[in-house]
């Protein structure tokens, strides 16, 4: 079989060029380029790591990018207090908080407290709505990712069966309602479906977004499946085993695959929420 491999490097550089022409021209009219803002709580490695390669990418698309280092002591009142200062600040337009946060802040209350418009990470339970419902709202960035390869490789899903392994706010549920609306037929499972196997064989399309490392196993696919392995574990393993790519008409490796689209897709949600605030400030002027 000719196996196409889902390259997500080459579309994120793609994307980075274009966002690095949307930035720059947002810079020659306002001034100022978009600002990002992280808040960071604790010393969490992983955590670590992936702001300092969010801060990149900034770099190079021209993006302003500020980390608020915050003591992992901090109450959620505390950092609520954080979010709610960031939310009236006009010079900031996107607002991420790195998760996974200390077990003694409610996660919840505070990725539900980031203004809407400023979400660019979808993690606010009104933009998951907003996006089931096909308003307009920012996805989660992994799930907007995806959905941006299978849009580049020309691989419709309309029609077809998609099964989603994995029931995440970040990812699981957002990709699933995203794949919805893109007309496809959607299966969730996750640690508590039983006969996954036999499900998984009915698959055109698989995304795997369960964290277990290559979990999903060869005999349990068809041939001709779409594989999209959203699953990062330690060793650049991913969720699903590397011998069910010789029966796949596509898939995602890992790395290089779903990995490079999520920090793009933040970069563009942030440029998007920049262009957005001017253009509703140009329509209350006009009004």
């Known amino acids: 079989m000719d196996t196409k491999v889902l390259n997500g490097k080459i579309i994120a550089e793609e994307l980075e060029a274009n966002i690095s022409s949307r930035v720059k021209a947002y810079v020659e009219k306002y001034g100022k380029a978009p600002l990002l803002v992280t808040i960071m709580v604790g010393e969490d490695p992983g955590s670590k790591m992936y702001v300092k390669m969010k801060a990149k990418a900034c770099d190079r698309v021209g993006i302003s990018n500020r980390v608020v280092y915050l003591d992992d002591t901090i109450t959620t009142e505390g950092l609520l207090d954080m979010i709610d200062e960031l939310n009236n600040d006009e010079d900031v337009d996107g607002i991420l908080i790195q998760h996974p946060l200390p077990r003694t802040i409610d996660e919840k209350m505070c990725f539900d407290a980031i203004a809407l418009e400023k979400d660019i990470d979808g993690v606010n339970s009104k933009s998951f709505g907003a996006v089931t419902m096909g308003q307009d709202a920012y996805s989660a960035a992994t799930p907007a990712g995806i959905m941006e390869i299978l849009k580049y490789y020309d691989i419709d899903v309309t029609g077809k069966h998609a099964v989603v ?123």
């Open 165 to 287: 392994v994995g029931r995440s706010p970040i990812l699981g549920k957002p990709i699933s309602m995203l794949l919805l609306n893109g007309d496809a037929t959607v299966t969730i499972c996750h640690s508590k479906t039983q006969n996954l196997a036999d499900i998984l064989k009915t698959a055109d399309i698989v995304v795997a977004a369960c964290g277990k490392p290559e979990f999903i196993q060869r005999d349990w696919l068809k041939e001709g499946v779409v594989l999209i392995d959203a699953g990062y574990n330690k060793g650049n393993i991913g969720d699903i085993s590397k011998d069910a790519y010789e029966i796949a008409s596509a898939y995602t490796p890992v790395p290089g695959g779903v990995g490079p689209m999520t920090i793009t897709k933040v970069l563009e949600h942030t440029i998007d929420s920049a262009e957005k605030k001017h253009e509703l400030k140009l329509i209350k002027k006009l009004k």
